[in-house]
């Protein structure tokens, strides 16, 4: 059974910084892709970063620069570090692997930037 488990979400103002894990088990971590995706209240969930096991990373361009996603192998854990934190970025934060036509999600963590 796939869990992708997200932690580390909260309250902070504008210009802070959060990081975000996500724990997964049930999947072979370390050949899935693994990404964060968000969506805000009323918006459509969005791909804010991801990392291939191959080490490829992507970042959205409204998180580029402020936001860096890594993967630990050895505790089968992601991470999101969010720096510079705006109140557009506030939303549910969600995990995701994803491998072919495999596309697991977590149930989410809420991060809220206040002005």
């Known amino acids: 059974q796939v869990q992708l488990v997200e932690s580390g979400g909260g309250l902070v103002q504008a210009g802070g910084s959060l990081r975000l894990s996500c724990a997964a088990s049930g999947v072979r971590f370390n050949i899935y892709t693994m990404a964060w995706g968000r969506q805000a209240p009323g918006k459509q969930r969005e791909l804010v970063a991801s990392?291939?096991?191959?080490?490829?990373?992507h970042y959205a361009d409204s998180v580029k620069g402020r936001f860096t996603i890594s993967r630990d192998g050895a505790t089968n854990t992601v991470y999101l570090q969010m720096n510079s934190l705006k109140p557009e970025d506030t939303a549910v934060y969600y995990c995701?692997?994803?491998?072919?036509?495999?596309?697991?999600w977590g149930k989410g963590t809420l991060v809220t930037v206040s002005s």
């Open positions: 990392a291939t096991s191959g080490g490829s990373i």
């Open positions: 995701n692997a994803q491998l072919a036509q495999l596309n697991y």
